[in-house]
């Protein structure tokens, strides 16, 4: 338990109760707030997708007579207004327009990005592994050939990847048979 606090007065005391449940007011205020901003969110994110849902089920006839409808009911609430809250509103309009578009435009490259992966996983699924693991062999029965054309130092004095290759293959020092080619050094 903490230690109970010593007043001067009892005003001082009064005071401190009285700012005690205000900082506990205001707490729950914004506990409160949060957490309806929240169930404010959430209940956005489930409306909408309750109306895209709707949407899908609706026949063209039945989305041409709704767009209609809200065309009209915009048209009713324009009227009544002033010429600064039609200006207002069409800039707002305007700037929903260019997100909306945005928006589409990013969907778009998303699916077409995704189409074009999905292509190209088809096509290297539809490519024969058996011709690429012919091409492998081939490719390994050319360079073993090549290494058996390679029997000695000498043969690969005009080619410096031969050489290295050969000195790869037996596993000499590139120096000692530079040595080895020179001869013997002479004093």
């Not at 200006?87 to 928006?103: F, M, N, P, S, T």
């Not at 690429?132 to 062999?137: A, I």
């Amino acid at each position: 338990m903490p230690p109970k606090r010593i007043f001067a007065c009892a005003e001082e005391k009064l005071f401190f109760e009285q700012e005690k449940k205000k900082t506990a007011a205001e707490l729950g205020r914004f506990y409160r707030a949060r957490m309806t901003e929240e169930k404010k969110a959430l209940v956005r994110r489930q409306n909408a997708e309750r109306q895209r849902r709707r949407l899908e089920q609706l026949t063209e006839e039945e989305k041409n007579a709704l767009r209609r409808k809200h065309a009209d009911r915009e048209r009713s609430r324009v009227a009544n207004m002033t010429n600064e809250e039609i200006k207002a509103y069409r800039d707002k309009r305007a700037r929903q327009q260019r997100e909306g578009e945005r928006r589409r435009k990013a969907l778009a490259v998303d699916k077409d990005s995704e189409s074009e992966e999905e292509e190209d996983d088809d096509k290297l699924e539809e490519v024969d592994d058996d011709k690429f693991e012919e091409e492998d062999d081939d490719k390994l029965e050319d360079k073993t050939d090549e290494w058996r054309v390679l029997p000695t130092l000498e043969s690969c004095d005009d080619d410096d990847d031969q050489r290295d290759r050969f000195v790869a293959m037996e596993g000499c020092d590139p120096l000692c048979l530079q040595d080895q080619e020179e001869g013997p050094s002479q004093p």
